[in-house]
């Protein structure tokens, strides 16, 4: 069973950063694309950003030119590098596939943006 953990959240003020870190336990990781999502409270869950196997990126137009999407294959890590941090960003942040098809879902990380 493929274990997807994030970490790298907390409380930081708006205009902060923060670098977010998804660990995937699969020895296919190299050959999949992945996203970061975020579900903030009410809310249903939203794809962020997404890297491919070819490391192409693409990003929902909300985060566009202040959030980053990269990955480590070697390590079998995604990362979130998050800029200029805004209170609608307040959620928390997933990791998965970035297909129809999904792992189980992780724990999440909370990311909270204060004004």
């Known amino acids: 069973q493929v274990q997807l953990v994030e970490s790298g959240g907390g409380l930081v003020q708006a205009g902060g950063s923060l670098r977010l870190t998804c660990r995937v336990s699969t020895i296919i990781f190299s050959t999949k694309d992945f996203g970061w999502y975020r579900q903030a409270p009410g809310k249903q869950r939203e794809l962020v950003a997404v890297?491919?196997?070819?490391?192409?990126?693409n990003y929902t137009d909300s985060v566009k030119g202040r959030f980053t999407i990269s990955r480590d294959n070697a390590r079998r890590t995604v990362y979130l590098q998050m800029n200029n941090l805004k209170p609608e960003d307040t959620a928390v942040y997933y990791c998965?596939?970035?297909?129809?098809?999904?792992?189980?879902w992780g724990q999440g990380t909370q990311v909270t943006v204060s004004s």
């Open positions: 998965n596939r970035g297909s129809l098809q999904k792992f189980d």
């Open positions: 890297i491919s196997s070819t490391a192409n990126t």
